[in-house]
């Protein structure tokens, strides 16, 4: 076979075939490139914001649309091949769009904080339309289904090579062009962009898809990809088994529990060397190297997962669940049931299906993520709080006797219900009322007057969290491209934003209280006031020397870097420079909050 011919079988005479094959795909595609286009368009007019907001949830649910719609034309060609095409495409499509709007009305339809935990539940509906349009051409498939799946992996890679080939191609056209001819806005290269993907990349995708009943026996997986299965990708995982079966020795002869990170360092590892373990199955009875892996590491695997339960175990038991540690859990389970499963048989479809029922678990079932995190950190606060005499027959008491480390542990779960929106839960949790069955505490404030929290506690806090940072060595510190020198002071303070509300910092000698109108520094042995700035005052005169200047720029933030903005002082107890880094104002230019960084030494 020529080159001529090799490139032909590669990818562009079957495009045509794959519209005709995949319209309603193709379909999808080119409505997400019409609303990227409109929306690349339209990101600089302040006054569409909403359009663009409305655009963007309507991009992500065509996204998660793909695969579906895909899904549905493999189970038509395989199951439904004898009905009119054209009615059961009409059929699909119209049920997929009251799908996708049903899940805009659901997920995408609240507020901020509902919208991003929509978003997530949008995003693995995204991941189970996935793994249908890979499960799908399985069911019935008897020897071949890992080939069929090194078939789809090796199509995403060529579809990705020849997208960004296409992408630069036409944008170094466009370049020249642009340099030589007709000017163009910088729009047009990201149009070119998702034009590539969401067009010409789904076209050649779905043009290169094997057909449900394609007899796959003489399918091959190029030669490169088996040297690097056999040579660096099985070895590495030999080699990093190895590593963890030592540090599992170090922990019988220490008798020292492992830490949570472990837990970590061995499921996402885990993860991969399953995928390795499906995707070099086809090739068992050719390489020694393979079949020696495929049939010993599940057997390997089992003890590290369990040393990965107990280390993530050991964390639950001492902090409670969160959603991080759920994830973890549940994906410990999956890979033990999946590794002592390939130890009996193979079979890939399995492994999907599994896969399915755990994100379907953990985002959408009663014992989702979220609740049982929220439960777990609720009996967790209950139990501390009933421990110290804070909770006494269902009421909330004050105790003023507690211990730093008590302190600090309730305002971590305060926290985690209030001011926790990671990347995992994203929502806007609250803590159950301890007094009153079925309503909850609107706000950490309004639980921690309950329970008498005073400044003490935000010590506790802050200095856990190294708000106060000692300067062991000259540096240089930059901010906003001014460098200032740091040799004659010995602590950094860089607090967040300052507001009304006062704040309290802590070092082994000093008291730092700080609101929107002053810092006072306490010293700590005498209990006395020892020195006091008044930042409120110093804001007034910044805001007044440059008013002209806020007015002329139009900003409600104005941003300083220059020497005016500094001041230093001292007396017989500190010396101290002050840096106002940004200042907050309201519409008629009163100073709001104000954020600084504040270097002092105490004498």
């Not at 540690?325 to 193979?346: D, P, S």
């Not at 501390?384 to 309730?410: A, F, R």
């Not at 802050?462 to 106060?468: Q, V």
Request: hydrophobic share 45%; proline share 2%; aromatic share 14%.
């Amino acid at each position: 076979m020529n080159i001529k011919e090799k490139i032909k079988e590669l990818s562009f005479p079957n495009m045509k075939k794959g519209i005709e094959r995949f319209p309603i795909t193709v379909l999808f595609g080119v409505v997400l490139f019409v609303i990227t286009s409109i929306m690349t368009e339209q990101i600089n007019i302040f006054e569409e914001r909403e359009l663009m907001i409305e655009m963007l949830k309507w991009n992500i649910l065509f996204l998660v649309g793909l695969p579906i719609v895909t899904t549905l034309e493999i189970i038509r060609e395989k199951y439904f091949f004898k009905i009119n095409k054209v009615k059961f495409r009409i059929l699909y499509l119209l049920l997929s769009g009251c799908f996708l709007y049903l899940c805009r009305q659901l997920y995408l339809n609240g507020t901020k904080v509902e919208e991003i935990i929509g978003a997530m539940k949008i995003q693995a509906i995204g991941v189970i339309g996935y793994l249908s349009f890979l499960l799908v051409p399985l069911i019935e498939r008897k020897y071949d289904k890992e080939k069929y799946l090194q078939s789809v992996l090796g199509n995403k890679i060529i579809t990705i090579f020849f997208s960004m080939v296409f992408y630069l191609g036409i944008t170094f056209i466009m370049v020249v062009i642009d340099a030589l001819l007709i000017n163009f806005n910088s729009n047009i290269y990201i149009n070119i962009f998702s034009f590539s993907v969401f067009i010409f990349g789904i076209i050649l995708f779905v043009s290169r898809l094997k057909g449900v009943d394609e007899d796959l026996e003489n399918y091959e997986i190029p030669k490169i990809i088996k040297i690097l299965l056999s040579y660096i990708i099985i070895p590495i995982i030999v080699i990093y088994s190895v590593t963890l079966y030592i540090y599992t020795l170090k922990i019988i002869f220490t008798l020292k529990m492992p830490k949570g990170i472990v837990s970590h360092l061995v499921v996402w590892y885990m993860i991969f060397s399953l995928f390795i373990i499906v995707i070099s199955t086809p090739l068992v009875k050719e390489n020694v190297i393979v079949r020696k892996f495929r049939k010993f590491f599940p057997m390997v695997s089992i003890p590290l997962i369990i040393i990965a339960f107990i280390s993530i175990l050991s964390r639950i038991m001492q902090y409670g669940m969160t959603e991080n540690r759920y994830i973890i859990i549940i994906l410990i389970f999956w890979l033990l049931f999946n590794m002592i499963f390939y130890i009996i048989k193979t079979d890939v479809r399995v492994v999907i299906i599994s896969t399915i029922l755990v994100v379907f678990v953990s985002v959408f079932g009663p014992w989702n993520m979220t609740n049982i995190s929220v439960n777990s950190q609720s009996k967790r606060l209950e139990r501390i709080l009933v421990k110290n005499g804070l909770l006494k027959n269902g009421k909330l008491e004050k105790n003023s006797n507690l211990s730093d480390q008590t302190k600090i542990e309730i305002m971590n779960i305060v926290n985690y219900f209030y001011n926790n929106f990671d990347i995992l839960s994203r929502r806007e949790k609250k803590l159950k009322s301890f007094e009153e069955n079925g309503k909850f505490y609107s706000t950490e404030k309004e639980f921690m007057e309950k329970i008498g929290a005073d400044d003490s506690w935000n010590i506790s806090y802050f200095h856990k969290y190294d708000a106060i940072k000692k300067v062991e060595r000259i540096e240089n510190i930059n901010i906003n491209e001014n460098t200032y020198y740091v040799t004659e002071y010995d602590y950094l303070l860089i607090p967040t934003m300052i507001y009304s509300d006062l704040m309290t910092y802590s070092t082994p000698k000093n008291e730092i209280k700080i609101n929107s109108e002053e810092i006072i520094f306490i010293d700590k042995e005498s209990n006395k006031e020892i020195m006091k700035i008044k930042t409120g005052e110093l804001v007034d005169k910044i805001v007044h020397n440059i008013k002209d200047e806020i007015k002329n720029e139009n900003e409600s933030i104005l941003k300083v870097n220059n020497e005016k903005m500094i001041f230093k002082g001292e007396n017989e107890n500190i010396k101290y420079k002050l840096e106002f880094i940004s200042i907050d104002l309201y519409e008629n230019y009163k100073p709001s909050s104000y954020n600084i960084n504040l270097y002092f030494t105490s004498k």
